[in-house]
């Protein structure tokens, strides 16, 4: 699977109906992944699966309505993919969420619930079911896709960099046990972190024509950043934070 060639790998992607996901599905799907999508959404996720096979010219896309919140049924997930594929060799997580505030004193903690759920649970969960599969695999990677502002948070967004840290901080253990996984040899598979300031598609482009959305990452440029992390050894991008932005 080098030299940008991801055929013949199994990658799952969380949070595969959202303009993110799509693009993601058939990136990878283009470079010959077999793609396990899965969404809170049957209907949105099933128009995502379709799109990919549809625009990959037949490419093996499929998806499961999975309940990231539930580690029972994320790890029913991984164990899915793995029996009905052989070998799972990625998870990319593109599951997401915002909310802000107009000041600091005025951050409602219930926003702090609804993202721990979204941006942290769901990394937890998928990392822990995702985690034996991955290092089985010759070249297993987990992508986070996180934000610039969790390195520098503002007042408004207290709950979002927190929860963004978090998830961070998380991904980064679990760099470590790939390390320690892979001994003297070093690590076979790898967690890397993708940062972004925010996204953009075009739905986006086209509801605000004037808005310059400067700084903010393409979603077809995140998928591309996303099937490269498969062509770097692991040891250059376990552990990493991969900046698609400016680093603030």
Do not use: C
């Not at 594929?85 to 998870?91: A, E, S, Y």
């Not at 996204?199 to 400067?214: G, I, S, T």
Request: charged share 20%.
């Amino acid at each position: 699977m080098g030299n940008g060639a991801l055929n013949g790998a199994v990658i799952a992607v969380a949070g595969a109906g959202g303009p993110a996901g799509r693009a993601a599905l058939l990136r990878l799907a283009r470079a010959g992944a077999t793609v396990v999508g899965s969404d809170n959404d049957p209907e949105r996720l099933a128009e995502a699966v379709d799109h990919a096979r549809y625009e990959a010219g037949g490419a093996t896309v499929t998806g499961d309505t999975v309940d990231l919140l539930d580690l029972k049924s994320t790890r029913e997930w991984a164990t899915r993919v793995e029996k009905d594929f052989g070998r799972v060799d990625g998870l990319v997580h593109l599951v997401g969420g915002w909310r802000g505030s107009e000041t600091f004193v005025k951050t409602s903690l219930d926003d702090w619930d609804f993202l721990e759920l979204l941006l942290v649970k769901t990394v937890q969960h998928t990392s822990l079911a995702f985690f034996e599969g991955l290092q089985r695999s010759e070249h297993g990677r987990y992508v986070l896709i996180s934000a610039a502002g969790a390195s520098r948070p503002t007042a408004g967004n207290a709950a979002y960099a927190a929860a963004k840290a978090a998830a961070e901080a998380w991904i980064l253990a679990l760099a470590d046990a790939f390390h320690k996984a892979g001994g003297a040899a070093g690590p076979t598979s790898a967690a890397a972190i993708l940062v972004v300031k925010a996204l953009v598609h075009d739905a986006m482009r086209a509801e605000r024509p004037h808005a310059k959305f400067a700084g903010f990452t393409d979603v077809t440029d995140l998928a591309e950043a996303i099937a490269g992390v498969w062509e770097k050894p692991a040891p250059e991008v376990n552990g990493q934070r991969l900046w698609l932005t400016d680093k603030p």
